[in-house]
Protein backbone atom coordinates (compact mmCIF):
# COMPACT_ATOMS: atom_id res chain seq x y z
CA UNK A 1 0.00 0.00 0.00
CA UNK A 2 2.71 2.67 -0.81
CA UNK A 3 1.15 4.07 -4.15
CA UNK A 4 -0.18 6.89 -2.92
CA UNK A 5 2.76 9.29 -2.44
CA UNK A 6 1.82 12.95 -0.28
CA UNK A 7 2.66 15.89 -1.01
CA UNK A 8 4.44 17.14 1.92
CA UNK A 9 5.38 20.35 1.24
CA UNK A 10 4.25 21.43 4.63
CA UNK A 11 1.09 22.99 4.88
CA UNK A 12 0.26 23.49 8.91
CA UNK A 13 -1.95 20.65 10.39
CA UNK A 14 -3.85 23.46 11.47
CA UNK A 15 -4.71 24.59 8.23
CA UNK A 16 -7.80 22.87 6.66
CA UNK A 17 -6.99 20.88 3.27
CA UNK A 18 -10.79 22.33 2.77
CA UNK A 19 -12.51 25.30 3.76
CA UNK A 20 -16.29 25.86 3.39
CA UNK A 21 -17.82 29.09 4.30
CA UNK A 22 -21.12 30.47 4.67
CA UNK A 23 -22.51 28.63 1.50
CA UNK A 24 -26.15 29.48 -0.02
CA UNK A 25 -27.72 27.97 -2.81
CA UNK A 26 -30.74 28.04 -4.06
CA UNK A 27 -33.09 26.56 -6.97
CA UNK A 28 -35.70 28.66 -8.17
CA UNK A 29 -37.60 29.60 -4.86
CA UNK A 30 -36.55 27.44 -2.81
CA UNK A 31 -33.27 28.23 -0.56
CA UNK A 32 -31.49 24.65 -0.23
CA UNK A 33 -28.32 25.88 1.65
CA UNK A 34 -27.99 28.40 4.33
CA UNK A 35 -25.09 29.19 5.50
CA UNK A 36 -23.09 25.78 5.74
CA UNK A 37 -19.76 26.42 6.95
CA UNK A 38 -17.28 23.21 7.98
CA UNK A 39 -13.48 22.56 7.75
CA UNK A 40 -11.84 18.82 6.85
CA UNK A 41 -8.50 19.08 8.12
CA UNK A 42 -5.14 16.36 7.22
CA UNK A 43 -5.50 13.19 7.81
CA UNK A 44 -9.23 13.21 9.17
CA UNK A 45 -12.49 11.10 7.86
CA UNK A 46 -14.98 13.56 8.50
CA UNK A 47 -19.12 12.44 8.07
CA UNK A 48 -21.05 15.15 6.54
CA UNK A 49 -24.83 13.62 8.02
CA UNK A 50 -28.42 14.54 6.97
CA UNK A 51 -32.04 13.64 6.30
CA UNK A 52 -32.82 13.19 2.88
CA UNK A 53 -33.28 16.70 0.83
CA UNK A 54 -30.77 18.43 4.07
CA UNK A 55 -28.40 19.48 1.30
CA UNK A 56 -25.63 16.62 2.05
CA UNK A 57 -25.27 16.19 -1.73
CA UNK A 58 -25.38 19.76 -2.88
CA UNK A 59 -22.70 20.62 -0.49
CA UNK A 60 -20.22 17.91 -1.79
CA UNK A 61 -21.22 19.60 -5.92
CA UNK A 62 -20.24 23.05 -4.86
CA UNK A 63 -17.42 22.48 -2.95
CA UNK A 64 -16.32 20.20 -6.16
CA UNK A 65 -17.43 23.02 -8.55
CA UNK A 66 -20.13 21.15 -9.67
CA UNK A 67 -22.54 23.54 -9.32
CA UNK A 68 -22.47 27.28 -9.19
CA UNK A 69 -21.92 28.85 -5.60
CA UNK A 70 -24.96 31.71 -4.79
CA UNK A 71 -23.02 33.24 -1.54
CA UNK A 72 -20.14 31.64 0.57
CA UNK A 73 -16.88 30.16 -0.31
CA UNK A 74 -14.96 26.82 -0.97
CA UNK A 75 -11.48 26.40 -0.64
CA UNK A 76 -9.39 23.83 -1.38
CA UNK A 77 -5.68 23.26 -0.47
CA UNK A 78 -6.14 27.46 -0.21
CA UNK A 79 -7.51 27.59 -3.56
CA UNK A 80 -10.58 29.19 -4.08
CA UNK A 81 -13.06 26.47 -6.04
CA UNK A 82 -14.92 29.37 -7.88
CA UNK A 83 -11.41 31.23 -8.98
CA UNK A 84 -9.17 28.96 -9.60
CA UNK A 85 -10.38 25.55 -9.83
CA UNK A 86 -7.98 23.58 -12.05
CA UNK A 87 -5.91 24.17 -8.82
CA UNK A 88 -8.37 23.43 -6.47
CA UNK A 89 -9.56 20.49 -8.07
CA UNK A 90 -6.00 18.53 -8.76
CA UNK A 91 -6.29 18.16 -4.61
CA UNK A 92 -9.00 16.00 -4.82
CA UNK A 93 -10.21 12.66 -5.68
CA UNK A 94 -14.41 12.21 -5.99
CA UNK A 95 -17.09 9.63 -6.50
CA UNK A 96 -20.29 11.04 -6.37
CA UNK A 97 -23.35 8.70 -6.66
CA UNK A 98 -22.38 6.32 -9.02
CA UNK A 99 -18.78 6.51 -11.05
CA UNK A 100 -18.57 7.32 -14.33
CA UNK A 101 -17.01 3.80 -16.12
CA UNK A 102 -17.26 2.85 -19.80
CA UNK A 103 -18.74 -0.37 -20.05
CA UNK A 104 -17.41 -1.48 -22.98
CA UNK A 105 -13.85 -1.54 -21.54
CA UNK A 106 -11.50 -3.27 -18.93
CA UNK A 107 -11.61 -2.10 -15.61
CA UNK A 108 -7.97 -1.60 -16.65
CA UNK A 109 -8.66 0.33 -19.49
CA UNK A 110 -10.73 2.58 -17.28
CA UNK A 111 -8.13 3.56 -14.87
CA UNK A 112 -5.45 4.11 -18.12
CA UNK A 113 -8.15 6.75 -19.08
CA UNK A 114 -7.17 8.45 -15.83
CA UNK A 115 -4.57 7.90 -15.98
CA UNK A 116 -3.51 9.73 -19.29
CA UNK A 117 -4.85 12.72 -17.78
CA UNK A 118 -2.48 13.55 -15.70
CA UNK A 119 1.66 14.25 -16.31
CA UNK A 120 3.05 13.23 -12.50
CA UNK A 121 1.45 9.60 -12.14
CA UNK A 122 3.59 6.69 -11.65
CA UNK A 123 3.01 3.74 -13.18
CA UNK A 124 3.35 1.48 -10.44
CA UNK A 125 0.52 3.70 -8.76
CA UNK A 126 -2.03 2.18 -10.86
CA UNK A 127 -1.09 -1.23 -9.94
CA UNK A 128 -1.09 -0.03 -6.19
CA UNK A 129 -5.20 1.29 -6.63
CA UNK A 130 -5.93 -1.75 -8.50
CA UNK A 131 -4.90 -4.12 -5.68
CA UNK A 132 -5.77 -1.61 -2.98
CA UNK A 133 -9.56 -2.13 -4.09
CA UNK A 134 -9.35 -5.96 -4.36
CA UNK A 135 -9.96 -5.85 -8.17
CA UNK A 136 -6.34 -7.13 -8.95
CA UNK A 137 -7.87 -10.57 -10.15
CA UNK A 138 -10.83 -9.26 -12.06
CA UNK A 139 -8.98 -5.76 -13.69
CA UNK A 140 -8.87 -7.12 -17.35
CA UNK A 141 -12.52 -8.41 -17.57
CA UNK A 142 -14.86 -5.79 -19.41
CA UNK A 143 -16.96 -3.42 -16.87
CA UNK A 144 -20.06 -4.57 -18.46
CA UNK A 145 -19.23 -8.10 -16.48
CA UNK A 146 -18.71 -5.84 -13.11
CA UNK A 147 -21.25 -6.60 -9.97
CA UNK A 148 -22.38 -2.87 -8.70
CA UNK A 149 -20.27 -3.37 -6.21
CA UNK A 150 -17.20 -4.08 -8.56
CA UNK A 151 -17.97 -1.22 -10.37
CA UNK A 152 -17.82 1.01 -7.15
CA UNK A 153 -14.19 -0.52 -5.93
CA UNK A 154 -12.67 0.83 -9.42
CA UNK A 155 -14.39 3.98 -9.05
CA UNK A 156 -12.80 4.49 -5.66
CA UNK A 157 -9.77 3.62 -7.72
CA UNK A 158 -9.92 6.30 -10.12
CA UNK A 159 -9.99 8.67 -7.32
CA UNK A 160 -7.15 7.85 -5.96
CA UNK A 161 -5.23 7.29 -8.80
CA UNK A 162 -3.09 11.14 -9.16
CA UNK A 163 -2.59 10.51 -4.92
CA UNK A 164 -5.16 13.43 -3.96
CA UNK A 165 -4.92 15.61 -0.63
CA UNK A 166 -8.73 14.83 -0.23
CA UNK A 167 -10.82 12.42 -0.73
CA UNK A 168 -15.16 13.29 -1.46
CA UNK A 169 -17.20 10.64 -1.34
CA UNK A 170 -20.93 10.42 -2.11
CA UNK A 171 -22.74 7.16 -0.34
CA UNK A 172 -19.62 5.70 -1.46
CA UNK A 173 -20.72 1.95 -0.42
CA UNK A 174 -23.94 1.70 -2.76
CA UNK A 175 -23.52 -2.05 -3.55
CA UNK A 176 -20.92 -3.50 -1.61
CA UNK A 177 -21.71 -6.72 0.60
CA UNK A 178 -20.55 -6.30 4.13
CA UNK A 179 -17.05 -7.47 3.51
CA UNK A 180 -16.75 -5.33 0.68
CA UNK A 181 -17.82 -2.24 3.42
CA UNK A 182 -15.32 -3.47 6.26
CA UNK A 183 -12.60 -3.45 3.93
CA UNK A 184 -13.04 0.12 2.22
CA UNK A 185 -13.61 1.26 5.83
CA UNK A 186 -10.39 0.09 6.73
CA UNK A 187 -8.99 1.39 3.53
CA UNK A 188 -10.28 4.87 4.24
CA UNK A 189 -8.59 4.88 7.49
CA UNK A 190 -5.35 3.84 6.03
CA UNK A 191 -5.74 6.34 3.79
CA UNK A 192 -6.35 9.25 6.46
CA UNK A 193 -4.47 7.92 9.30
CA UNK A 194 -1.42 6.68 8.00
CA UNK A 195 -0.82 8.49 4.47
CA UNK A 196 -2.78 11.94 5.96
CA UNK A 197 -5.08 11.84 2.89
CA UNK A 198 -7.99 13.96 4.42
CA UNK A 199 -11.84 12.14 3.75
CA UNK A 200 -15.07 14.11 3.07
CA UNK A 201 -17.98 11.37 3.35
CA UNK A 202 -21.40 11.54 3.08
CA UNK A 203 -23.33 8.30 3.88
CA UNK A 204 -27.06 7.07 5.36
CA UNK A 205 -25.43 4.32 6.82
CA UNK A 206 -24.77 5.71 10.28
CA UNK A 207 -23.61 2.14 11.79
CA UNK A 208 -20.69 2.63 9.67
CA UNK A 209 -19.19 6.03 10.26
CA UNK A 210 -19.72 5.44 13.30
CA UNK A 211 -16.89 2.71 13.17
CA UNK A 212 -14.55 5.47 11.28
CA UNK A 213 -15.40 8.73 11.63
CA UNK A 214 -12.92 11.21 13.46
CA UNK A 215 -15.46 13.88 13.61
CA UNK A 216 -19.29 14.88 11.65
CA UNK A 217 -21.28 17.41 10.96
CA UNK A 218 -24.95 17.07 10.77
CA UNK A 219 -26.82 19.44 8.04
CA UNK A 220 -30.55 19.50 8.65
CA UNK A 221 -33.13 22.05 6.36
CA UNK A 222 -29.81 23.55 4.46
CA UNK A 223 -27.91 24.63 7.91
CA UNK A 224 -25.07 22.75 9.67
CA UNK A 225 -26.82 21.94 13.35
CA UNK A 226 -23.76 20.38 14.99
CA UNK A 227 -20.33 19.42 14.37
CA UNK A 228 -18.83 17.04 16.93
CA UNK A 229 -16.18 14.37 17.38
CA UNK A 230 -16.97 11.03 17.71
CA UNK A 231 -15.63 10.69 21.22
CA UNK A 232 -17.80 13.72 22.40
CA UNK A 233 -21.15 12.08 20.40
CA UNK A 234 -20.36 8.76 22.51
CA UNK A 235 -19.91 10.71 25.97
CA UNK A 236 -23.27 12.63 25.47
CA UNK A 237 -21.91 15.80 24.57
CA UNK A 238 -24.66 16.73 21.93
CA UNK A 239 -25.36 20.40 21.78
CA UNK A 240 -22.56 22.76 22.16
CA UNK A 241 -24.43 24.82 25.32
CA UNK A 242 -24.69 22.04 27.44
CA UNK A 243 -22.22 19.25 29.33
CA UNK A 244 -22.49 16.04 28.14
CA UNK A 245 -24.65 13.28 30.05
CA UNK A 246 -22.00 10.53 30.46
CA UNK A 247 -24.56 7.96 32.97
CA UNK A 248 -27.43 6.79 33.06
CA UNK A 249 -29.38 5.69 36.49
CA UNK A 250 -32.88 4.50 37.80
CA UNK A 251 -33.53 4.93 41.52
CA UNK A 252 -36.46 4.11 44.19
CA UNK A 253 -36.59 8.26 45.05
CA UNK A 254 -36.91 10.54 42.37
CA UNK A 255 -37.69 13.95 44.01
CA UNK A 256 -34.38 13.34 46.77
CA UNK A 257 -32.08 12.35 43.94
CA UNK A 258 -33.26 15.89 41.73
CA UNK A 259 -33.49 17.83 44.50
CA UNK A 260 -29.65 16.45 45.43
CA UNK A 261 -28.76 17.12 41.50
CA UNK A 262 -29.98 20.95 41.90
CA UNK A 263 -28.23 21.16 45.15
CA UNK A 264 -24.52 20.16 44.36
CA UNK A 265 -25.30 21.93 40.15
CA UNK A 266 -24.95 18.24 38.77
CA UNK A 267 -26.77 18.45 35.33
CA UNK A 268 -28.99 16.06 34.82
CA UNK A 269 -32.31 15.47 32.80
CA UNK A 270 -35.24 13.30 34.14
CA UNK A 271 -35.97 10.43 31.47
CA UNK A 272 -38.86 9.01 32.55
CA UNK A 273 -40.26 7.98 36.18
CA UNK A 274 -37.03 7.15 38.46
CA UNK A 275 -34.73 7.59 35.49
CA UNK A 276 -31.98 9.86 35.08
CA UNK A 277 -29.17 10.87 32.70
CA UNK A 278 -26.28 12.63 34.54
CA UNK A 279 -22.79 14.50 33.94
CA UNK A 280 -20.18 13.73 36.53
CA UNK A 281 -16.52 13.22 36.07
CA UNK A 282 -14.50 10.86 38.30
CA UNK A 283 -16.17 11.22 41.39
CA UNK A 284 -19.07 8.17 40.70
CA UNK A 285 -18.26 6.65 43.90
CA UNK A 286 -18.86 10.17 45.54
CA UNK A 287 -22.17 10.75 44.00
CA UNK A 288 -23.19 6.86 45.40
CA UNK A 289 -22.45 7.43 48.40
CA UNK A 290 -24.17 11.11 49.14
CA UNK A 291 -27.20 9.91 47.33
CA UNK A 292 -27.27 6.54 49.79
CA UNK A 293 -26.99 8.94 52.82
CA UNK A 294 -30.42 10.44 51.61
CA UNK A 295 -32.00 7.58 51.50
CA UNK A 296 -31.74 7.07 47.86
CA UNK A 297 -31.48 3.22 46.62
CA UNK A 298 -30.04 2.26 42.90
CA UNK A 299 -31.63 0.08 40.77
CA UNK A 300 -29.09 0.70 37.85
CA UNK A 301 -25.85 3.08 37.66
CA UNK A 302 -24.15 2.42 34.35
CA UNK A 303 -22.09 4.92 31.64
CA UNK A 304 -23.62 6.37 28.61
CA UNK A 305 -22.88 4.60 25.28
CA UNK A 306 -24.78 6.82 22.75
CA UNK A 307 -24.32 5.81 18.85
CA UNK A 308 -23.95 8.23 16.41
CA UNK A 309 -27.10 6.64 15.01
CA UNK A 310 -28.79 8.17 18.85
CA UNK A 311 -26.99 11.46 18.48
CA UNK A 312 -28.29 12.79 14.97
CA UNK A 313 -31.89 11.75 15.47
CA UNK A 314 -31.98 14.10 18.66
CA UNK A 315 -29.94 16.75 17.02
CA UNK A 316 -32.16 16.47 14.03
CA UNK A 317 -35.61 16.68 16.09
CA UNK A 318 -34.01 19.45 18.71
CA UNK A 319 -33.35 21.87 15.48
CA UNK A 320 -37.14 21.91 14.93
CA UNK A 321 -36.54 20.93 11.22
CA UNK A 322 -37.74 17.91 9.16
CA UNK A 323 -38.30 15.16 11.53
CA UNK A 324 -36.65 11.52 11.81
Known sequence: MDGILMNENSSSEKTPVL??????KSFGNKTVLKGVSFDVYKGEIFGLLGPNGSGK??????????????????????YDISKNFEKAIRN?????????LYKYLSGRENLM???????????????????????????????????????????IAQAIIHSPRILVLDEPTN????????????????LAHEKGVSVLISSHLLAELDAFCDRVAVINSGKVIGIKTIEEIRNGEVDGDKQGYNYKISVD???????????????????FEGAFEISIGDNKDEIIF??????????????????????F???VNESGGSKI
Open 92 to 100: VGAIIENPE
Open 290 to 311: ELVKRDVHFNSFAPIERTLEDA
Open 57 to 78: TTTIKLALGLLGIDRGSVEICG
Open 313 to 315: IEM
Open 175 to 190: GLDPEGIKQFREFLVY
Open 19 to 24: SVKNLY
Open 113 to 155: QCYRMYDDIKPETVEWAIESVGLKNRIDEKVSRYSLGMRQRLG
Open 253 to 271: NCQTAEAFFKEKEIPYRLT
